[in-house]
């Protein structure tokens, strides 16, 4: 018997195993925005590349600017383990696992 993970089930029956996101490569990351639109939870955050804690930027529309920008994991624990994320990331950043039922 090898180690049990976290398994799911389909609609019609089918079993799955969720594979959770463990890391994110913020290095090869080129701020697309693609894994953050997908995600059904609240487990990314754009962050700008070398810019001294601005918040208060009201010129800040430039969504298209991804070389200023990169994607981090600022909520890891909701992660449902759907791996739509990887599917539209075209940088293969991130890196997912199943989850072992005990800790
Ligand atoms: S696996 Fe799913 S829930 Fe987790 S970060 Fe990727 S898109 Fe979001
Ligand atoms: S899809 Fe990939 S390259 Fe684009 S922002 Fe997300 S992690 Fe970065």
Redesign the pocket.
């Known amino acids: 018997m090898g180690a049990e993970v976290i398994t799911g089930i389909t609609r019609g029956g089918t079993a799955w195993t969720?594979?959770?996101?463990t890391a994110l490569n913020e290095e090869k990351c080129i701020g697309c925005g693609r894994?953050f639109k997908?995600?059904?939870?609240d487990?990314?955050s754009i962050v700008q590349r070398a810019i001294d804690d601005v918040d208060f930027d009201e010129d800040d529309e430039d969504e298209d600017d991804s070389d200023n920008s990169f994607m981090t994991?600022s909520n890891?624990m909701?992660?449902?383990?759907?791996?739509?994320?990887?599917r539209v990331c075209p940088k293969a950043c991130?890196s997912?696992e199943a989850l072992p039922l005990a800790a």
């Open positions: 969720p594979l959770f996101v894994c997908v995600c059904p939870r487990v990314l994991l890891p909701d992660c449902i383990g759907c791996e739509a994320c990887s991130f997912h």
